[in-house]
């Protein structure tokens, strides 16, 4: 039976650019297992974006082939799998699953529907800032998860395709990721590798960051000018129903579904403080506070624990995301990576300003098309071998903040909060192609990344 036209292109994109990769694998002259290495990783990651709804088929393959072909062995891989993580979204999960089970996001919504729906064209820039506030004062996976559920919940009361909305809130959280140490796993690596502080990001990340979230609503403004007036439109309605129908009466619930949410944000958002006073290693309460909180709920459920484990949790996304970090963790084990970051420093000389642009645009391109801490991973060495040659900016290690950060925009695989929230778009029955993040992401992508660049170069003086 023949292809159709769309399927045989697409089919056609996968082969060359396997076939470039390949090419680019040995022209560089990576050894046989090195060029294997990425062989077999790139057919997974191109098998993942140009057939995402395979995406999962494709990662059990390309982990048969690497294990297969001795890349890698199995303590390392459950090593790369980073379990803490997976261990983290399921509690994080279950935790929703509690609060949406009880109507806490509807009750939530109402209230701020209430209190903003006076100027309904404000209302979701406003949920865009929320994103960015609770990413940078948590991290994006808590943010995205609570925030994302708050979308969705008001696209099904408005009738709204959520993919617009919930590809805006993606955005703002990314960027809000960067403006703490806490917001992103890559600015905790960053941070105790150039030994930079809480108020470090505070002088130099924050400025940033929110200049950042600023220039993305105003992109969102005119790429989603009809989402948004359809939004617009929705709420006024809502408002003028003063929204008598439907609401909810068991404050009883929603007392204790708040109880429950409060406190893991408070949980989160102290960790480190209480871990500090109970003597504690790091992070060891990021993880702790939500499985927690987690089991409380489960406990609350009673009989429906079961149920809420079952289908509250997206299995498929963490499988997923399981092997996905395994897999890139394979280039590392190999060495691709360090063979990459000796190119990148070969390449780029020691002009501050030189590097800074190097290093903010291949961490971004990295960023997209596989994990962001890998690819801020990469290059922390190659950025304090430059600094003990006698560069002397501290510039370089925001350029990796940022490309890491404002970089994971790019593409839906770019960052956890993307695919966190797929998973969530999936389970309403909307379809996220590659190309459909694409466009909007790439829109947002370069701008904030330029904007990144120029504010960094401008204080190129004031940075050691």
């Known amino acids: 039976m023949a292809l159709a036209p769309a399927a045989l292109r697409r089919l056609t994109w996968f082969f060359i650019l396997l076939a470039g990769a390949f090419g680019t694998a040995v022209a560089t002259g990576l050894t ?6 990425v062989s077999i990783f790139s057919t997974f990651i191109l098998g993942t974006l140009l057939y995402w709804q395979f995406r999962l088929a494709f990662a059990l393959i390309g982990i048969t082939g690497l294990l297969a072909g001795r890349l890698i062995d199995i303590p390392h891989l459950i090593e790369f799998a980073n379990v803490d993580i997976i261990l983290f979204l399921i509690a994080m999960m279950i935790v929703i699953g509690f609060l949406e089970e009880r109507k806490f996001f509807e009750l939530l919504l109402e209230r701020m529907l209430d209190t903003i729906s006076h100027w309904p064209a404000f209302f979701f820039p406003a949920m865009m800032g929320l994103a960015f506030l609770s990413a940078a004062l948590v991290d994006e996976v808590t943010s995205i998860l609570f925030m994302t559920a708050l979308a969705l919940q008001l696209t099904r009361k408005l009738k709204l395709s959520p993919f617009p909305y919930i590809l805006m809130i993606v955005l703002a959280t990314n960027v809000g990721s960067s403006a703490t140490v806490v917001g992103n796993p890559v600015g905790v690596l960053i941070a105790l590798r150039a030994g930079l502080s809480f ?38 309605r809502l ?60 406990l609350i459920s009673g009989e429906k624990a079961r149920t809420l484990v079952e289908h509250r949790v997206d299995w498929w996304t963490l499988i997923f995301f399981l092997l996905l970090f395994a897999s890139v963790g394979t280039l590392q084990y190999v060495g691709v990576t360090d063979r990459l970051a000796q190119a990148l420093t070969v390449l780029s000389g020691s002009h501050p300003a030189v590097l800074l642009g190097v290093i903010i645009a291949v961490t971004a391109f990295l960023t997209a098309f596989l994990d962001n801490v890998l690819a801020v991973a990469i290059f922390i060495p190659v950025v304090a071998g430059l600094l003990e ?4 900016s501290g510039a370089l290690w925001w350029g990796l903040l940022f490309g890491g950060t404002f970089g994971g925009n790019a593409t839906m695989i770019g960052s956890t909060a993307n695919i966190v929230a797929i998973g969530m778009l999936e389970k309403e029955n909307e379809r996220v192609s590659f190309a459909r993040w694409l466009g909007p992401g790439l829109a947002v992508t370069i701008p904030t990344l330029i904007l990144a660049f120029i504010l960094l170069f401008l204080q190129l003086p004031l940075m050691k």
């Not at 040659?389 to 002397?392: E, K, P, T, W």
Request: hydrophobic content about 50%.
């Open 239 to 298: 408002r003028n129903e003063a929204l008598d129908t439907g609401r909810i009466r068991d404050h009883k619930q929603f007392r204790l579904a708040a109880w429950v949410f409060g406190l893991t944000i408070a949980g989160l958002v102290l960790h480190h403080q209480t871990e500090h006073f109970l003597h504690l290693p790091k992070n060891t309460l990021l993880l702790g506070v939500p499985l927690l909180m987690a089991g409380v709920s489960l």
């Open 32 to 37: 046989a297992k090195q060029v294997l290495a």
């Open 199 to 236: 108020t470090d990001f505070l002088r130099w990340a924050s400025p940033i960051a929110a200049a950042g979230l600023l220039l993305t609503i105003g992109v969102c403004l005119v790429y989603f000018r009809k989402p948004l007036r359809e939004m617009t439109d929705g709420v006024r």
């Open 389 to 392: 040659a006698g560069v002397s």
